[in-house]
């Protein structure tokens, strides 16, 4: 796979997209800042790699894309149109442009529903009568993803995890979106299913141009899938830029200490240079003055306590950071990181 992107329109631009949750505690609330002010952009047939540990706002961000969530500030352009806060019937066409697949694929599908049900119901809520009728249509997307169409009534319960997550994929393809926000569609799965389902995800996004926004905490996962790579730390990014820059050149120490723990087969223990955070976690309850990283960063200063760094570009690169202190990390051979899919 290229990292270079399909079309330099972006199909999806966000700028400063923040939500807080009140969080109450006794007679008074504290703010949770889950999302603190994130900027990104997504263009047609691309896909964006949304990365970083448990807790860090990805899912948040996800899902305010689709509109499941109210920001709290910022905003969402689509195609050129703020969606910010569309609502009710201003919503609905975009439910057609804008699809997710869950994480669970076994909580997200109705039990007392077949799967031809399930596939079917996305069509019938958006008034599509597809050519043959929606029945043939259904059992068409079954095959797309790899599922037997004889499976139209079967239950959720009857099918591996694998294939329940094949027909999540399959209901959010149905209304043939623009753009899939899937949210860690995999770390549920058994390792040798993740292989089959990132490959399937992959030639769906090759086959159909769809635009991805695909979260996940496993990098060596998104390496497969992603034309740029996006690191969130405690609600922000703080790096972001080309699958190659980010996997030869992180600049970031928490992008650094990501990928260091990222298996490699091929290096040696000590070669492979684990770094290992210390410190504590900054609360997503506190305002954390300066860089929200410095508690855990071998390379923090005083300065870093008292002035938050920008996100923006270092040595002329298209490749944004967000630290006082950047330094480009030992190159690592092309064939590292290059796009071929995982077996399976």
């Known amino acids: 796979m290229s990292t270079d992107p399909p079309n330099a329109v972006p199909l999806l631009a966000v700028q400063g997209l ?45 899902r305010m894309l689709v509109r499941l969530l109210e920001p709290t500030a910022g905003r969402i352009r689509f195609d050129g149109r703020d969606i910010t806060h569309l609502r009710g019937r201003a919503l609905r066409p975009l439910r057609r442009e804008l699809q997710i697949i869950f994480q669970d694929p076994y909580s997200s599908l109705n039990p007392r529903h077949t799967v031809g049900k399930i596939i079917a119901i996305p069509l019938q809520a958006n008034g599509i009568r597809p050519p043959g009728g929606i029945r043939n249509r259904v059992r068409e997307l079954l095959e797309i993803v790899g599922l037997n169409p004889e499976h139209y009534n079967r239950y959720p319960h009857e099918f591996s995890g694998g294939q329940r997550q094949r027909v999540g994929i399959a209901r959010a393809l149905a209304v043939q979106p623009r753009l899939v926000v899937a949210d860690e569609p995999v770390s549920a799965l058994d390792v040798s299913i993740q292989a089959q389902v990132v490959n399937l995800l992959r030639g769906l996004q090759r086959d159909l141009g ?24 405690l609600g922000k990014i703080v790096e972001t830029g080309a699958r190659a820059d980010i996997y030869q050149r992180p600049q970031h120490p928490y992008t650094r200490a990501l990928l260091s ?16 955070l210390e410190g504590d976690v900054a609360s997503p309850l506190e305002a954390v003055s300066g860089c929200p990283f410095r508690s855990r960063c071998w390379k923090a200063r005083d300065r870093c306590a008292v002035e938050e760094p920008a996100l923006v570009a270092r040595e002329g690169r298209e490749q944004l950071v967000a630290c006082h202190f950047p330094e480009p990390a030992p190159a690592v051979s092309t064939e590292e990181v290059r796009g071929e899919p995982v077996a399976g």
């Open 18 to 62: 923040a939500k807080h949750f009140p969080v109450r505690e006794g007679f008074g609330s504290r703010i949770l800042r889950a999302v603190d002010g994130v900027d990104f952009e997504v263009r047609a047939g691309e896909t964006l790699g949304l990365v970083g540990e448990s807790g860090c706002g990805k899912t948040t961000t996800g």
């Open 261 to 276: 723990a990222v298996p490699d087969i091929e290096r040696s223990r000590e070669d492979r240079g684990r770094i290992r």
């Open 210 to 233: 769809l635009g991805f926004v695909f979260i996940a905490h496993d990098l060596a996962v998104v390496r497969h899938l992603s034309h740029r790579v996006a690191v969130m730390y």
